[in-house]
């Protein structure tokens, strides 16, 4: 899925109220990406972090208005984990929670320094209230142990979205934009080494880009979190779409020994 732009159908003067609160937001959380490198290089590129740059982001996740601003001020709010859990257990701002079961925050190691975002939960997920936990993260659970990874040893997953969608559908635009709010929080608040983000829609959001996971796959990624500084990005196939299509199993396998090499590279 290719996140589109769109504009919020609002008064003007609230659309252009809720575009710098949004721009305002968006600085905060580093969305300027800087140029990506290869896979292969693990060099520190060159990050211009200018006030021109940082406020030049488009408003891809501008609208709805009244339930982002308020995402926004609430994710400011947490201090920590726990606290971003609890205002996200809370929300109601969401239409996808009037279906879910509950809220879907997160599994592994909170210390870990490897972080992984996916799309959003499916029916196990939204059962057991943890993310990647039925086919697809069992198979995402393989890639990892290939590289010595793993959530009960040294990483830490969450969703872009929070809330299982009906029949296990791709999220809406809306529903990405309210939520990303409190997906940057958490990033912010859990400040990985490395961020791997797990198909186009986590790509797409993070990265604030409508390019296709083939083509972010790529390339190596930075984004700033305030008080952290770069974060290296990689980006991988979805679980789910490897299982449908295996013969891509071969370039997955790169991305992994990528991500192995980096993790070294950094003493991690």
């Given at each position: 899925?290719?996140?589109?732009?769109?504009?919020?159908?609002?008064?003007?003067?609230?659309?252009?109220?809720?575009?710098?609160?949004?721009?305002?937001?968006?600085?905060?959380?580093?969305?300027?990406?800087?140029?990506?490198?290869?896979?292969?290089?693990?060099?520190?590129?060159?990050?211009?972090?200018?006030?021109?740059?940082?406020?030049?982001?488009?408003?891809?996740?501008?609208?709805?208005?009244?339930?982002?601003?308020?995402?926004?001020?609430?994710?400011?709010?947490?201090?920590?984990?726990?606290?971003?859990?609890?205002?996200?257990?809370?929300?109601?701002?969401?239409?996808?929670?009037?279906?879910?079961?509950?809220?879907?925050?997160?599994?592994?190691?909170?210390?870990?320094?490897?972080?992984?975002?996916?799309?959003?939960?499916?029916?196990?997920?939204?059962?057991?209230?943890k993310p990647f936990i039925g086919a697809?993260?069992?198979?995402?659970?393989?890639?990892?142990?290939?590289?010595?990874?793993?959530?009960?040893?040294?990483?830490?997953?969450?969703?872009?979205?929070?809330?299982?969608?009906?029949?296990?559908?791709?999220?809406?635009?809306?529903?990405?934009?309210?939520?990303?709010?409190?997906?940057?929080?958490?990033?912010?608040?859990?400040?990985?080494?490395?961020?791997?983000?797990?198909?186009?829609?986590?790509?797409?959001?993070?990265?604030?880009?409508?390019?296709?996971?083939?083509?972010?796959?790529?390339?190596?990624?930075?984004?700033?979190i305030a008080g952290k500084g770069p974060?290296?990005?990689?980006?991988?196939?979805?679980?789910?779409?490897?299982?449908?299509?295996?013969?891509?199993?071969?370039?997955?396998?790169?991305?992994?020994?990528?991500?192995?090499?980096?993790?070294?590279?950094?003493?991690?």
């Open positions: 899925m290719q996140i589109e732009n769109y504009h919020a159908q609002s008064n003007p003067m609230d659309a252009k109220a809720a575009s710098r609160e949004l721009l305002s937001f968006w600085a905060e959380n580093g969305v300027s990406i800087p140029e990506a490198l290869p896979p292969k290089s693990i060099s520190e590129p060159k990050i211009n972090t200018s006030p021109t740059q940082q406020h030049s982001a488009p408003t891809k996740y501008a609208a709805p208005i009244d339930g982002q601003n308020l995402a926004i001020e609430l994710a400011k709010k947490a201090n920590n984990l726990a606290e971003l859990r609890e205002i996200l257990t809370e929300f109601d701002g969401c239409n996808l929670k009037k279906n879910a079961s509950q809220m879907v925050f997160s599994d592994g190691q909170s210390h870990a320094k490897i972080m992984i975002v996916g799309e959003a939960p499916g029916q196990e997920e939204d059962r057991a209230g697809a993260g069992k198979f995402l659970d393989q890639m990892l142990e290939e590289i010595g990874l793993s959530r009960e040893k040294n990483v830490y997953i969450t969703n872009t979205v929070n809330w299982r969608p009906p029949g296990n559908r791709i999220p809406t635009r809306d529903e990405i934009a309210i939520c990303l709010p409190f997906l940057m929080r958490h990033i912010e608040l859990k400040a990985p080494e490395i961020l791997i983000l797990v198909g186009t829609v986590a790509a797409n959001a993070v990265l604030n880009s409508s390019d296709g996971i083939t083509k972010l796959r790529k390339k190596m990624h930075k984004i700033e974060i290296d990005v990689i980006c991988l196939f979805h679980p789910s779409f490897l299982l449908r299509q295996p013969a891509q199993k071969s370039l997955a396998w790169k991305d992994l020994l990528t991500i192995e090499a980096q993790i070294k590279n950094m003493g991690l």
